[in-house]
């Protein structure tokens, strides 16, 4: 069985940083590509970043390029997304999830974790 | 502003069928392939939809989807009181490089 752990959210001021976590199991990780996808409160879904299965190659949206990172380390069965110069809009559950195949744009979003809140307040 | 377009709301009663729309361009739904998403209340989005029409396993043949050109459906029919969720539509962007979803509908069940 899929599953996917997201930690790493928390209460962080307007400019700082922080790491997400996304711990995979029940598949193998190093197969498949990986998203992050997040949902502001009451909001919609968007799409953050992706990443294929062996980190080759990398996507993010506008809203957060340049600010953000995703990587992974396929050792570990673990994907990351640091999150630098944070904005209150920036606040959302954030999920991760496997793609059913090795890059993120041919395929999508299959199975999702149940995500991992960030509040970015002053 | 979302680049998919689907109504904010849709609503029917037990047994009806009932249809959700997704409008988008060229860039996305014209030139590539809709995935739809479910979301029942405090839970994360399940995948409903790929490829337009394809239903993972586990999905009751209930559900269905549809694309025609730079629009996609997602119809549920014998509609029952645990299909009340939000409902997004998603397809890749060939101009952004990204994933793009719809707004979201929200299915009421009367």
């Known amino acids: 069985e899929v599953q996917l752990v997201e930690s790493g959210g928390g209460l962080v001021q307007p400019g700082r940083s922080l790491r997400l976590s996304c711990a995979a199991s029940?598949?193998?990780?190093?197969?498949?590509?990986m998203h992050w996808v997040r949902q502001a409160p009451g909001k919609g879904l968007e799409w953050v970043s992706g990443?294929?299965?062996?980190?080759?190659?990398?996507g993010y949206a506008d809203s957060v390029k340049g600010r953000f990172t995703i990587s992974r380390d396929n050792a570990k069965n673990s994907l990351y997304l640091q999150m630098n110069s944070l904005r209150p809009e920036d606040t959302a559950l954030y999920y991760c999830?496997?793609?059913?195949?090795?890059?993120?744009?041919?395929?999508?979003?299959?199975?999702w974790g149940q995500g991992t809140l960030v509040t970015v307040s002053s | 502003q979302s680049v998919l377009t689907q109504p904010p709301s849709a609503s029917g009663t037990p047994g009806q069928r009932v249809t959700i729309s997704c409008s988008g361009g060229?860039?996305?739904?014209?030139?590539?392939?809709v995935n739809w998403y479910q979301q029942l209340p405090g839970t994360a989005p399940k995948l409903l939809i790929y490829s337009n029409n394809q239903r993972p396993s586990g999905v009751p043949d209930r559900f269905s989807g549809s694309k025609s050109g730079t629009s996609a459906s997602l119809a549920i029919s014998g509609l029952q009181s645990e299909d009340e969720a939000d409902y997004y539509c998603?397809?890749?962007?060939?101009?952004?490089?990204?994933?793009?979803f719809g707004g979201g509908t929200k299915l009421t069940v009367l």
């Open positions: 060229s860039s996305n739904i014209g030139s590539n392939t």
């Open positions: 990443i294929s299965w062996n980190s080759g190659n990398t």
């Open positions: 999830a496997k793609d059913p195949g090795y890059d993120f744009w041919s395929g999508y979003p299959h199975y």
């Open positions: 998603a397809s890749w962007d060939d101009s952004l490089n990204g994933w793009v």
């Open positions: 029940g598949f193998t990780f190093d197969d498949y590509a």
